[in-house]
């Protein structure tokens, strides 16, 4: 089962497992879901209880928790540069080691996971961009840095933004295919400037979902600090390995 709750006529959050959030955009002619989670439990038929338009879907980025429910519909776009984390991730061995440890381990089965498949169906996407639903639009923007293919989505009449795991709170940048820390800064600075002024709300994809509007500024402070040995390196653990938090 999939919570959701609807913010305006145009745009709802549908909730996951483990705080993920998932978005709907409504237009006159076409919806969009953005990000589809982890590929348990059916997303399309909830979806189709919040839209009778045609869904196309659009992936922030390839990971695990962002679009391993994109099987189930036909028209999917992801930026190319994840396929190769998307391929990991798909794989029904992957998806089921993440649930070890959680209180999920004993009570999802085989039968609630979508069946993997590949990203050669898939559809590219990139900075630049744009999809018009009908007096809606989603605009594309790229920020490398958390993988090599994420990207930012605006949505100018509603005058918000999905940063996704591009720019929030707990961004990890521990991954082999993420980008330097002095590269994912200029990506954020880059962003900053195109999207300045074009947005009041922001949403995330982790934790309650709100961003605050300076996210993107703060951010850039971190990785300034970071890059001048000014943080205070917290070891944690995660998936075998052991990142630091640098605030």
């Given amino acids: 089962q999939f919570n959701t709750e609807k913010q305006t006529d145009q745009f709802t959050i549908l909730y996951g497992f483990f705080e993920i959030m998932m978005y709907l955009v409504v237009g006159k002619e076409k919806s969009s879901l953005l990000d589809t989670g982890t590929g348990i439990g059916c997303l399309k038929a909830c979806v189709q209880k919040l839209t009778d338009k045609p869904v196309m879907v659009l992936l922030t980025h390839g990971h695990v928790d962002h679009a391993m429910g994109s099987p189930e519909f036909e028209e999917v776009y992801m930026n190319h540069n994840d396929d190769y984390i998307y391929k990991e991730h798909c794989s029904l061995e992957f998806r089921k080691a993440g649930l070890e440890g959680t209180p999920l381990e004993q009570e999802v089965t085989a039968a609630d996971f979508i069946p993997e498949a590949p990203c050669g169906t898939f559809r590219d996407l990139k900075g630049g961009d744009a999809f018009d639903l009908g007096g809606t639009t989603i605009e594309i923007y790229n920020c490398t840095g958390h993988t090599l293919g994420s990207v930012v989505m605006l949505i100018p009449e509603e005058r918000s933004v999905l940063l996704g795991d591009a720019c929030n ?79």
């Fill in 169 to 247: 709170y707990f961004t990890f940048m521990f991954d082999d295919y993420s980008t330097t820390i002095s590269e994912y800064e200029e990506s954020l600075k880059r962003l900053s400037g195109e999207l300045a002024g074009k947005f009041d709300t922001v949403y995330l994809s982790h934790g309650d979902g709100n961003g605050h509007k300076e996210i993107m500024e703060d951010v850039i402070a971190v990785c300034e600090a970071i890059k001048a040995g000014n943080t205070g390196n917290i070891t944690f653990y995660f998936m075998g390995k052991r990142p630091l938090i640098p605030k």
